[in-house]
């Protein structure tokens, strides 16, 4: 056994930053996400025995999504529910007379904690694919294992979500900055 | 999403061949909404970039420790907030009850092995077995006049059902361990009580010296010391 958890840990260890990524924005309304990338390990050990995949931080994102999706349903909670006033507070201002096209406005004014909740606001399934590519920096092939769908899956949710994620950025900054 | 759109996304990724790449290229110049949702998925990936955080110092660890103590049969639950602390040490009563330990210990402590140790004992001697020994030996009172450090975060474990929260000292080269409970730590066979109705009792792990005294909150101590050391050292840490 002593073993077994030694090497489990050589080969999972080195990710555990990723992993980290993964949680922050998995982790429900709540859950902290330390102790998420910690029942992700628990659960990867006990599983490691019969594990047989050739792409570590793939599986350790599935454990991770997985696990925060039993904690929010344990919960009964949604676990990326963000008040839409919160997120109108907390978005940068623009100028009416700031150029409208969408990619500046969005490069003129990013702001992490902006992008956090404009993030908050897409479907799951976009969303996750952003965090495991754009966020934590899996590959297209990584993250289409990771959620058990086609790569070509991966790549157009990936797309669909970064133009809606920078259309909530411009238009909620200049909606905002007209108020 | 459409079949442009999904040519789109995969010229973007990087996926079309060179020839296909070139023609895209090219429609990207005249074609303003083509144009437009290329800048878009810049924008969102760079707006998704700023959102890389590093992982907190001592994650690592935290994970590989759980792993060690899942391996014991043993869970840590969840890092304790911020807001919780050990309560202070009324170090003038813990000195006086140390010191008159000092010459129990010598006396009482006898070698001892870990495999009946109580899994809670076992997983807090585990924990400070991580511990460096002491940087130097400075004799009796290790860590001298030192001030007192805490080291890292305080962490708390479930063991056999006991909630116990661990925090870590350092005195000059020393580092020590103190859990604390509010369930009585098991005297280990092997440990020798020392003092009246088996509050408190003194055992070896190893190269450690653990000295527990059980209470209404009750607190196990363990170093890499000589049992003659621990006294002096329990001394000095804020023990309640």
Redesign the interface.
């Known amino acids: 056994m002593g073993g077994d958890h030694r090497a489990f840990l050589d080969a999972t260890l080195p990710h555990v930053d990723v992993v980290y990524q993964v949680a922050r924005h998995a982790a429900g309304t709540g859950q902290d996400p330390e102790d998420l990338v910690q029942e992700t390990y628990l659960r990867a050990f006990a599983a490691f025995g019969s594990y047989r995949g050739e792409n570590t931080r793939a599986w350790l994102a599935a454990i991770c999504l997985n696990t925060a999706r039993s904690e929010a349903r344990r919960r009964r909670r949604r676990p990326w529910e963000v008040p839409a006033q919160a997120l109108l507070d907390a978005l940068p201002v623009a100028r009416a007379d700031e150029a409208r096209d969408v990619a500046d406005v969005v490069i003129a004014g990013l702001d992490a904690r902006a992008a956090a909740r404009c993030l908050a606001q897409l479907p799951e399934p976009q969303r996750l694919c952003i965090v495991l590519m754009d966020v934590a920096g899996y590959t297209a092939r990584e993250a289409a294992e990771a959620l058990g769908c086609p790569r070509g899956t991966v790549l157009a949710r990936v797309h669909r979500g970064r133009r809606k994620l920078a259309q909530l950025l411009a238009e909620a900054g200049v909606s905002h900055g007209r108020s | 999403?459409d079949g442009h759109?999904?040519l789109?996304?995969?010229f973007?990724?990087g996926?079309l061949d060179q020839t296909a790449a070139r023609e895209w290229d090219e429609h990207l110049l005249e074609c303003e909404a083509c144009w437009?949702?290329a800048?878009?998925?810049?924008?969102?990936?760079?707006?998704?970039?700023?959102?890389?955080?590093?992982?907190?110092d001592g994650?690592?660890d935290?994970?590989?420790f759980?792993?060690?103590l899942?391996?014991a049969g043993a869970?840590?639950?969840?890092?304790p907030r911020r807001g919780v602390r050990l309560r202070r040490s009324r170090l003038a009563a813990a000195g006086t009850l140390a010191l008159g330990l000092a010459v129990t210990l010598v006396v009482l402590l006898v070698p001892g092995g870990r495999a009946s140790m109580p899994a809670p004992v076992a997983a807090v001697a585990r924990y400070a077995e991580t511990m460096p020994l002491p940087a130097h030996r400075a004799g009796p009172g290790t860590g001298g006049q030192a001030p007192r450090v805490e080291v890292g975060n305080p962490v708390m474990m479930t063991v056999g059902g006991q909630h116990i929260v661990v925090r870590t000292w350092r005195l000059g080269g020393t580092e020590a361990v103190v859990a604390t409970s509010r369930q009585p730590f098991p005297m280990p066979p092997g440990a020798q009580g020392t003092s009246g109705g088996g509050m408190a009792w003194v055992a070896r792990a190893g190269k450690l010296s653990l000295y527990c005294i059980n209470g209404r909150t009750s607190e196990l101590v363990a170093a890499p010391v000589p049992a003659a050391e621990l006294a002096v050292l329990a001394a000095r840490l804020p023990l309640a």
Do not use: F
């Open positions: 999403m759109d999904r789109l996304a995969a973007l990724a996926d437009q949702a800048r878009e998925d810049r924008a969102g990936r760079q707006a998704a970039g700023l959102l890389r955080q590093p992982a907190p994650l690592a935290r994970v590989a759980a792993v060690e899942a391996t869970t840590i639950p969840r890092q």
